[in-house]
Each structure stands twice: as structure tokens, then as C-alpha cells.
């Protein structure tokens, strides 16, 4: 099975743009969370997207949204890009029931200058 | 407020001692609690999942134990080896409205030495 892929690698932008991040999931996996990460912060937990529906939500500007495509397929969008927004945005998908495992994908290096 | 602490950002130990890393949560009464492992420039990849009904949990050279009680969990690397250097990271899964999340701590910074 091919595992969760994120398009693309590594991003620049500048403060005000906005930018589209990607996540593949794994093939028959229904869950997709994001995360931010940054070397202050660890792991924060942007939204979960379960059959199409955003079934979780962190704490996280209205400036971050996403959604999910009827494959599964996931997309997180941040408008008006701020310098703080610089981090490593993840992404993990899992089948979405309890005890699931998460599978995370590379990630995304966003750099806003 | 909810919070997951893991001890020292770092830890450094020799090759061949056991490695032992602490999660403790306040404010969370988790189900699960799950264990990562993260190297650099990559994503986190899961090791060990632990329910709350289970006091411990193996896997080849891994333990993990779960102490509802004392809201804390502790992994252990035995006969450590420098391979095992990276960033571990322990996850609750409280389920309920909040099914499908799982809440991370910042994790510890393994470091083994020759």
C-alpha cells in the first residue's frame, strides 16, 4: 500500500499571500487530520476530516481551512499568510474509528518571508 | 487547563541502557494512548498503542505501561541503541464528541551514544 503523500515538499511565500497544501491519504482511509509543528509549539491539531465532513476542529484561525474530496483526498488552505505561519503542516489519515493508528505523511515545509 | 507533559525536552543516554521517557496528562481522562516516533525533517510514525484497561504493553524491545491513577505513561527503549536517537512523542485518544482527534505532547528528544 502506498502511504500518505503531501504536495508539494516545501513552499515560500510571502506575508499576505495564501497558500494550498495537499494530502493523499492511504488508499481505503477515511479519517485526514492536519497538524502544524514548530519547534516552540510540537504538534497542534488544525481539523479532521471524516467522510467529507470536518468532524474535529482545533484552535486555529478562521485564516485556516480545509476540506475533503468524495477520494478521501484532503486539502488545507491558510489565507493572508502571516510570518508565524512558517512550520511544518502534516498531515495523517487513518481509517477514522477509535483506537486507530495515524499515518503521517512527510509534511509540508511552509516558509513565509 | 488540559495539559500533556513529557519529561526534559532531551534526554542522552549510552548504547545499551534502557531509555525511559514520561507522559503525564492533567484534565484528560484518555482511552488510549498511543507513542510515536518522529526523526528529523519527517513524519511521525506510530509504535505502541496502550488502552486504559492495560497496565503494560511489549513490542520486541519496547514498553509501554499506562497509570490512569497517576495520569501518567512511560515508554522504555531496553538495550538502547544509536539508531533509536529521534523525537518521541506520546498521543491521547479521549474518543467520544472528540472521535478521530488525538492530542500530542511536544515530545522528548532521545539521544543514545556509541
Known amino acids: 500500500k502506498a502511504g500518505v503523500t503531501q504536495t508539494p515538499r516545501y513552499l515560500i511565500k510571502t506575508r499576505g499571500q495564501q497558500v494550498t497544501l495537499s494530502c493523499s491519504p492511504i488508499s481505503g482511509h477515511r479519517s485526514v487530520s492536519w497538524y502544524q509543528q514548530t519547534p516552540g509549539q510540537g504538534l497542534q491539531f488544525l481539523f479532521e476530516y471524516f467522510s467529507e465532513t470536518q468532524r474535529n476542529k482545533g484552535n486555529f484561525p478562521g485564516r485556516f481551512s480545509g476540506r475533503q474530496f468524495s477520494n478521501s483526498r484532503s486539502e488545507m488552505n491558510v489565507s493572508t499568510l502571516e510570518l508565524g505561519d512558517s512550520a511544518l503542516y502534516l498531515c495523517?489519515?487513518?481509517?477514522?474509528?477509535?483506537?486507530?493508528?495515524?499515518?503521517f505523511g512527510p509534511g509540508t515545509r511552509l516558509l513565509v518571508l | 487547563s488540559q495539559k500533556i507533559e513529557q519529561n526534559s525536552e532531551a534526554l542522552n543516554i549510552q548504547e545499551g541502557k534502557t531509555a525511559t521517557l514520561t507522559c503525564n496528562y492533567t484534565?484528560?481522562?484518555?482511552?488510549?494512548l498511543q507513542w510515536y516516533r518522529q526523526d528529523p525533517g519527517r513524519g511521525p510514525v506510530f509504535l505502541l498503542l496502550?488502552?486504559?484497561?492495560?497496565k503494560e504493553k511489549r513490542k520486541e524491545r519496547l514498553k509501554v505501561t499506562f497509570d490512569t491513577t497517576l495520569k501518567q505513561s512511560l515508554f522504555h527503549i531496553t538495550a538502547s541503541q544509536p539508531a533509536d536517537s529521534a523525537t518521541y512523542l506520546c498521543a491521547l485518544e479521549v474518543g467520544g464528541s472528540t472521535l478521530g482527534r488525538l492530542y500530542f505532547g511536544r515530545g522528548t528528544q532521545l539521544t543514545v551514544w556509541p
Open positions: 496502550i488502552r486504559e484497561n492495560e
Open positions: 495523517a489519515s487513518s481509517l477514522g474509528g477509535s483506537q486507530e493508528t495515524q499515518y
Open positions: 484534565n484528560y481522562s484518555p482511552a488510549y
